[in-house]
């Protein structure tokens, strides 16, 4: 009897765990191990309660761990015994030394790269799973051969990025718009793209598994959340004209929407994108045109950053604007913190710079997100970062707020009631399903008067909520009606 194929994954995060389960579960004469340092994360894993949240993704889990799909902090062992290695490691940006704040920090990968050549003892296929700058397959390749001691064992790497968003991770697996693998075009290299493109053929039609050259896979992830995060920004641009000449910003959407060349999808008008990989990978692609003297093109892909800054910075503004200029001392719910709604990542989340604005002014946060915990969000908050051209603090200045300025002016609820209690406003930051739900009657029977609505996801009936007696704001929707009311 032949061997069963075993696939090894280094990172077990959002990326690599919902995708091996994925794996393990379409394909179940492949034994699967998911492999992380961090143990207690490995722990979750292997509990009832798994370190991500994402809708689905527990039932698959179970259905598969302990049969084919492995949870292990055993890193050397298994990456020896698999016969394909997917690398899913982070790749966050740099944050100092050449091309900080703008290119990817691959330090993690180099070191997972380290690690596979020291153990290999039998010829692999390597994974690009993170997402990468385009030609690091060729950089990787030389870790792989000058650290390897066995010289008959040989390396295949392949690029096969990842196409999944997250809240819907696991639809987006089970039913993928495409699987791009890119491998040399050498008869090694297509032979080791026929060999994963068979792991995804078990569920995948032929016609959806779209081959390509590596640099040209590499560079497909990157340019896809480019364009995704790009109609982002241009709709939140269109949003601000909305304001200032009275058009509605979802008319609007609508109307483009409906045409065929463009589609409906993300032009949902909000206080801004987030997420690990939006901001990352155009500021990586930024970098990139940059260090090929294509300043121009570098300029145009870095405005969709500065939009979505500009977003953000538009919202604080409107909050405090609207609020007779001032926030200080005042109550402030924070509806959502997670990035987007079916996820506990806060990532890169707008909530964060809202926040920051508005505790600049002095204000007083009381936040709720059913998904993410306190001590994520105070961590969030206080943790310096750098800064690239931010809209509400100094050209490369750090976060100003210490963990004990957070401690006095945050609060964290469990309960959405509870954090509107006694408010004077509640700002929608993440488009979670029960928001919609919440009996407003009762919030603002509980709320200081004028009682305000900011709804920076424009989900809310906005008339439903004047009727009770709110004054409420949004993105892209004309405002006189609102400030007549005041």
């Not at 639809?171 to 026929?194: C, F, M």
């Not at 990586?284 to 294509?294: A, D, F, P, Q, T």
């Not at 892209?476 to 007549?484: D, R, V």
Request: glycine share 6%.
């Amino acid at each position: 009897m032949a061997k069963p194929t075993r696939i090894c994954c280094i990172g077990a995060g959002y990326v690599g765990g919902p995708t091996m389960a994925m794996i393990a579960l379409k394909c179940p004469e492949i034994i699967v191990t998911v492999v992380d340092l961090n143990e207690s994360r490995i722990n979750a894993w292997n509990s009832e309660t798994l370190p991500i949240y994402e809708p689905g993704l527990f039932e698959v889990v179970k259905a598969c761990r302990g049969k084919n799909l492995f949870f292990s902090t055993d890193c050397r062992y298994h990456v020896a015994q698999a016969d394909i290695v997917f690398v899913s490691v982070n790749t966050p940006t740099k944050m100092s030394g050449v091309g900080a704040g703008k290119a990817a920090d691959l330090a993690y990968w180099e070191g997972a790269a380290r690690m596979i050549a020291s153990v290999s003892t039998s010829s692999k296929i390597i994974v690009e799973k993170s997402t990468v700058p385009v030609k690091t397959a060729e950089a990787i390749g030389k870790v792989l051969r000058r650290n390897c001691p066995h010289p008959d064992v040989q390396f295949e790497i392949l690029s096969n990025p990842e196409f999944l968003a997250e809240g819907t991770a696991i639809q987006d697996l089970t039913n993928p718009d495409r699987v791009l693998i890119g491998g040399k075009e050498t008869e090694s290299g297509r032979a080791a793209v026929a060999a994963l493109a068979s792991v995804y053929a078990h569920w995948v039609p032929a016609e959806r598994i779209l081959c390509a050259n590596l640099w040209s896979a590499e560079l497909s992830k990157l340019t896809a959340n480019a364009m995704l995060a790009q109609r982002i920004s241009s709709v939140n641009s269109i949003s601000a004209l909305c304001e200032a000449t009275g058009a509605d910003v979802q008319q609007v959407a609508h109307a483009l929407g409906t045409d065929s060349r463009i589609g409906p999808k993300f032009l949902n008008a909000s206080v801004g994108f987030g997420g690990s990989c939006f901001q990352k990978d155009i500021l990586n692609l930024v970098y990139i045109c940059e260090s090929v003297g294509l300043k121009r093109v570098a300029d145009y892909w870095h405005s969709v950053i500065q939009i979505n800054d500009y977003q953000k910075h538009r919202f604080v503004e409107m909050v405090i604007g609207s609020m007779f200029n001032t926030v200080s001392g005042k109550k402030i719910a924070i509806l959502g913190f997670a990035f987007k709604k079916d996820t506990g990542d806060t990532r890169e989340t707008p909530a964060i710079d809202v926040c920051h604005g508005l505790i600049a002014d002095d204000a007083r946060l009381s936040i709720y997100d059913p998904q993410v915990q306190q001590d994520q969000i105070f961590r969030d908050l206080s943790m310096p970062k750098f800064q690239w051209d931010h809209p509400m603090l100094p050209n490369g200045a750090q976060v100003p707020f210490s963990s004990r300025e957070i401690d006095r002016t945050v609060s964290v609820s469990s309960d959405p009631y509870k954090a509107c209690a006694g408010s004077h406003a509640l700002c929608v930051m993440t488009e979670w399903d029960e928001f919609k739900a919440l009996d407003f009657d009762r919030i603002f029977a509980s709320m200081s008067k004028p009682a305000f609505v900011f709804d920076g996801r424009n989900i809310l009936d906005h008339e439903r909520l004047r009727s009770i007696g709110f004054i409420v704001y949004a993105l892209g929707k004309p405002l006189e009606p609102f400030l007549q009311k005041q």
